[in-house]
């Protein structure tokens, strides 16, 4: 118990005021005590303000009150968050505050899936293609690209991925020229801890299931950084990628391995590892953000190659 409060006394120590605000009132509101994480946010804001640490707390209520099935609270909080971030931003880059770019892309979110989830998803659908032509230049596009294609992407035509050049000896080609195959896209990023447990998982159904023709493509993309966060020029990440790739994901075998910031914002990568099944045809029978199963997969893979 006591080692217990001595991190999380050591995490408050480390934590400026404004992340410490937004520590509190996340773990409040995901744990769905919202009476805490409003009385802490309203203590904040009378003392500073709508700053965008106080509009990033107020996501995170939004947040949980989704995780609570509270569709209607959510989506009040959520409207609340994104006219008082427009109004802060006004004409500025929504990109020179991280914070304000975390309450948007959350606001736009939330607003989506309790839309969706409250039956009327061909509202969510289109202001979810509204928003991400709006900010298609910021950081948020992938985050709501990723809630569209949850609603819409599987059942159409899989969207081009852009054959940019690769990791590995194999060159990258264009989806077209795998028509004929099944094929399971595996996003992936250097630092993900789960893409690193998630690799095992598709070795495996690469193993069971590249004889009958399925195929695996592992796109990446650059993040301005290596190990520890340190910022990095293009070539020397490009570097740490390689290593990266040759010491986790080398199970893969001479798999294309496009780099493009472009695929993953198509594709809506805004959590990895992200899985997306493509059938022979080339339409999308799975998108899944996250990790997922071994057998979860094998289920979704086997009708593909049934059928081809």
């Not at 959520?78 to 880059?93: C, F, P, Q, S, Y």
């Not at 799975?286 to 094998?298: I, K, R």
């Amino acid at each position: 118990m006591k080692a217990r409060w001595f991190a999380v006394f050591l995490l408050c120590f480390c934590l400026s005021a404004e992340s410490l605000i937004v520590y509190q009132v996340r773990i409040a509101a995901m744990a769905g005590d919202f009476a805490r994480a409003r009385q802490t946010l309203q203590l904040y804001q009378k003392a500073a303000g709508n700053t965008p640490e106080y509009l990033e707390c107020l996501s995170w209520v939004a947040r949980g009150e989704l995780r609570s099935k509270n569709y209607a609270k959510a989506e009040e909080t959520a409207a609340e968050v994104r006219k008082l971030t427009l109004a802060r931003l006004g004409k500025g880059n929504l990109d020179a505050s991280p914070a304000l770019a975390t309450a948007l892309g959350a606001s736009i979110e939330v607003q989506s899936q309790a839309a969706a989830a409250t039956g009327r998803r061909d509202q969510a659908v289109g202001f979810l293609r509204d928003e991400v032509t709006r900010w298609k230049s910021t950081s948020i596009r992938a985050r709501i690209q990723k809630n569209l294609n949850l609603l819409s992407l599987e059942g159409k035509p899989a969207p081009a991925l852009e054959a940019a050049p690769g990791l590995t000896n194999r060159q990258p080609q264009p989806l077209a020229k795998h028509l004929g195959h099944p094929v399971l896209l595996f996003f992936w990023a250097h630092w993900c801890v789960d893409c690193k447990n998630q690799v095992a998982i598709v070795t495996q159904l690469q193993q069971r299931f590249g004889k009958q023709g399925l195929e695996v493509i592992a796109p990446t993309q650059h993040y301005g950084y290596v190990g520890g966060g340190e910022d990095a020029p293009r070539n020397v990440e490009t570097a740490y990628m390689k290593a990266v790739h040759a010491r986790f994901y080398s199970s893969l075998g001479d798999v294309e391995v496009p780099v493009s910031e472009e695929n993953f914002s198509v594709y809506g990568v805004s959590s990895t590892p992200t899985l997306v099944l493509i059938d022979a045809a080339g339409t999308v029978r799975l998108y899944n953000p996250g990790n997922a199963t071994l057998d979860q997969l094998a289920a979704r893979i086997e009708p593909l190659l049934a059928r081809r």
